[in-house]
């Protein structure tokens, strides 16, 4: 099961601290993900990315339009809703199995049953075998992999990422790439993923939105039309077309990164 996501003119703004002057980290920003879809966010640093996706997953109140999932307002965290941060924020004392299991606390599974669920999500991610290590004995990558199988065990509708593969190696990212497209067909389940890389965002989404350097707006939308084979045995980076999108998507940040520079140089933050 998967949810639609919709932005209609959200705006979100930070008060003053200190005696400073509040400041717009999203403007009038507007966006359709279809339920299923998997959708890719880039933008500047300090674009409101990061910003987006707290209000999609209910982190944080828009200030002034609305958030929908299938037409129903967002008004808090739900467990329709999965997030995987950058972070991994695993539970230093807890097995891989059990830092799973935590998340099905919420539901009120039994214990059996929680077993159960969070060893599929771990075989789900490819760590079979791993159930009982703790994080001081996983990879970045496999830390990575429990925090996705955690966010997908309780079967959320919606999966948030905020730039999850940005501290690891490029191996290993391409890697958890292709695993996460596997997923994404198996489960069907709506992504919307933030990234600061171009490959990244041409390589995952089937559509990429380009956000403005600050305040946060949609510039354009891009849809990525490639012949994806599910064994990813191809490379598809070094094809012409992934290149053609590659530098049509870096055109259009190309200006939204130099005026992100100038801002930071100015001293906005």
């Keep these: 099961m998967s949810t639609s996501i919709s932005l209609h003119s959200v705006t979100r703004t930070f008060p003053a601290r200190d005696g400073g002057e509040s400041f717009t980290a999203l403007e009038q920003v507007s966006l359709e993900v279809a339920a299923g879809e998997f959708v890719v966010l880039v933008g500047p640093s300090g674009c409101g990315k990061s910003t987006l996706l707290d209000l999609v997953a209910g982190l944080a109140p828009v200030t002034s339009g609305e958030v929908l999932l299938d037409g129903r307002p967002v008004t808090g965290p739900g467990l329709d809703r999965g997030v995987v941060f950058q972070q991994y924020a695993l539970f230093p004392w807890r097995t891989a199995l059990g830092n799973v299991e935590f998340t099905l606390e919420a539901k009120g599974l039994g214990r059996r049953d929680r077993t159960r669920v969070a060893r599929e999500a771990l075989d789900l991610v490819g760590l079979r075998g791993f159930e009982q290590r703790y994080p001081h004995e996983l990879s970045g990558g ?3 992999r429990v ?3 955690r966010s997908l065990a309780y079967e959320p509708e919606v999966l948030l990422m905020d730039e999850p593969y940005a501290a690891l190696d490029a191996q290993t990212r391409e890697g958890l790439q292709d695993e996460l497209l596997r997923i994404w067909r198996r489960t069907g389940t709506t992504v919307v993923f933030i990234t600061h890389g171009i490959d990244e965002a041409v390589y995952l989404g089937q559509r990429v939105a380009v956000m403005t350097s600050r305040p946060g707006r949609i510039k354009e939308v891009v849809d990525i039309d490639l012949d994806r084979p599910a ?21 259009l940040l190309h200006d939204e990164v130099r005026a992100a520079g100038r801002l930071e140089e100015a001293g906005v933050r």
């Design 147 to 149: 925090a996705i199988a």
């Design 142 to 144: 496999m830390k990575q």
């Design 231 to 251: 064994d990813a045995t191809s490379d598809l980076r070094s094809e012409p077309e992934f290149a053609r999108y590659r530098r049509e998507i870096w055109e």
